[in-house]
Nanobody, 121 residues
């Protein structure tokens, strides 16, 4: 089945940087939109950034100017470059793939397992 494998999370000091990566499993043919979401205990999952197949990007206001999302369609991989990290960026970050075509059939939404980002102040 289609799986999203995330990497790059960790613990950093405020002002530091991290780069997250998320790769769809072999057998994935195409993905409409890929994005990153984050969530903390007791709170709703929120969109951080996404990017569609044409390269159009959306960012949460809280990360504009600090985070950059990019994708490699040939590898079905999405990246999130996070700079000038703040304590409030601490969360579990989840990768999402929307409208996936694969050898196993179509999927409306696929989610990664989540990767922890912790920013100390």
């Amino acid at each position: 089945q289609v799986q999203l494998v995330e990497s790059g999370g960790g613990l950093v000091q405020a002002g530091g940087s991290l780069r997250l990566a998320c790769a769809a499993s072999a057998g994935t043919f195409s993905i409409s939109t890929m994005g990153w979401y984050r969530q903390n205990p007791g709170k709703q999952r929120e969109l951080v950034a996404d990017i569609d197949g044409t390269g159009y990007r959306n960012y949460a206001d809280s990360v504009k100017g600090r985070f950059t999302i990019d994708r490699d369609n040939a590898k079905n991989t999405v990246y999130l470059q996070m700079n000038s990290l703040k304590a409030e960026d601490t969360a579990v970050y989840y990768c999402n793939a929307d409208r996936v075509a694969s050898q196993w059939g179509p999927f409306l939404d696929v989610w990664g397992q989540g990767t922890q980002v912790a920013v100390s102040s």
